[in-house]
């Protein structure tokens, strides 16, 4: 069973930072795509950032690229996404999700093609 475990959300100011974590186990394998999707209140889940675990290829939203860095720490089966430059419409319930690899190349920041969902946490960023 793939179980992902999300953590390192808050409340921070605008221009801040805050890095989340993402524990993932229960794969069999290692070529897979996880990430982080976001949805705000009134608002549908988007993806944020994902990354390949087996070539390192990224994928980001445009609304975050040059402000949040997504990384894989292999040894502890670990994915990390760098807030900086927080912004206010960054606030929302942030998901940790995975596939397999091929989930990345189809469908790329797209909820649904990502079978496998962690708790969200909540980014609250104020003005």
Do not use: H
């Amino acid at each position: 069973e793939v179980q992902l475990q999300a953590s390192g959300g808050g409340l921070v100011q605008a221009g801040g930072s805050l890095r989340l974590s993402c524990a993932a186990s229960g794969f069999t394998g290692d070529d897979y795509a996880i990430g982080w999707f976001r949805q705000a209140p009134g608002k549908e889940r988007e993806g944020v950032s994902i990354i390949s675990t087996s070539d390192g290829s990224t994928f980001y939203a445009d609304s975050v690229k040059g402000r949040f860095t997504i990384s894989l720490d292999i040894v502890k089966s670990t994915v990390y996404l760098q807030m900086n430059s927080l912004r206010p419409e960054d606030t929302a319930v942030y998901y940790c999700a995975a596939d397999w690899r091929p989930a990345m190349c189809r469908y790329g920041g797209i909820p649904r093609g990502y079978a496998n969902w962690g708790q969200g946490t909540q980014v609250t960023v104020s003005s």
